[in-house]
């Protein structure tokens, strides 16, 4: 059965960092890219970011772009989502997804993990 | 960057009726249109790829079509689990959501 399931989350101050992580199983993650997508409290999805198979290609949204960066190491079967310089407009439910190619629809997402920006 | 606009906000329906879901973007997307369904505390669900290409396990209930900048994504007897919202989705980009409620 094909699973992703985040962690990571949690309360940060603003100006904290905060690393989130996907743990996937039932396929083999190294054939697949990856994204993140976010939900901020009563809003509606956001794209944030997306990364190859390999990790050498990677894509973030104009929003996140030089605080939230995406990685992976298929060794530990794990995706990952760097998030530096929070600021309460970070503050959502962080849904790790797999997609087929850059951009494509997911099939298969994980339950999220909250991400709080407050002091 | 394509803007995803959908209609309308908040759909009010009766177990059984029929709902109608609008997504119109700023150009055209080609083929490239996604539906999600998305409940609270739960992870989204796709149904609908590719404008009309009803994802595995989706029940036939669920359609979509469309062209060019038009879209729509219809629900032909609504079910108890069918109240959610439902975002479209091209590329980096999703619509803004409609909720379908119970009326």
């Known amino acids: 059965e094909v699973q992703v399931v985040e962690s990571g989350g949690g309360l940060v101050q603003p100006g904290g960092s905060l690393r989130l992580s996907c743990v996937a199983s039932?396929?083999?993650?190294?054939?697949?890219?990856m994204n993140w997508v976010r939900q901020a409290p009563g809003k509606g999805l956001e794209w944030v970011a997306n990364?190859?198979?390999?990790?050498?290609?990677?894509s973030s949204a104009a929003s996140v772009r030089g605080r939230i960066t995406i990685s992976r190491d298929n060794a530990k079967n794990s995706v990952y989502l760097h998030m530096n310089s929070l600021t309460a407009e970070d503050t959502a439910i962080y849904y790790c997804g797999r997609i087929i190619a850059a951009y494509e629809p997911s099939e298969y997402w994980g339950q999220g993990t909250l991400v709080t920006v407050s002091s | 960057e394509v803007v995803l606009t959908q209609s309308p906000a908040t759909l009010s329906v009766s177990p059984g009726e029929r709902a109608t879901l609008s997504c119109r973007t700023s150009?055209?997307?080609?083929?490239?249109l996604t539906w999600y369904q998305h409940k609270p505390g739960q992870a989204p669900r796709l149904l609908i790829y590719e404008v009309s290409t009803r994802a595995p396990g989706i029940p036939a209930r669920i359609s979509g079509s469309g062209s060019g900048t038009d879209f729509t994504l219809t629900i032909s007897s609504l079910e108890p689990e069918d109240f959610a919202v439902y975002y479209c989705?091209?590329?980096?980009?999703f619509g803004p959501g409609t909720k379908v409620e119970i009326k």
């Open positions: 990364i190859n198979e390999d990790g050498s290609e990677s």
């Open positions: 989705q091209h590329w980096a980009t």
């Open positions: 039932g396929f083999t993650l190294s054939e697949h890219w």
């Open positions: 150009q055209s997307v080609s083929s490239r």
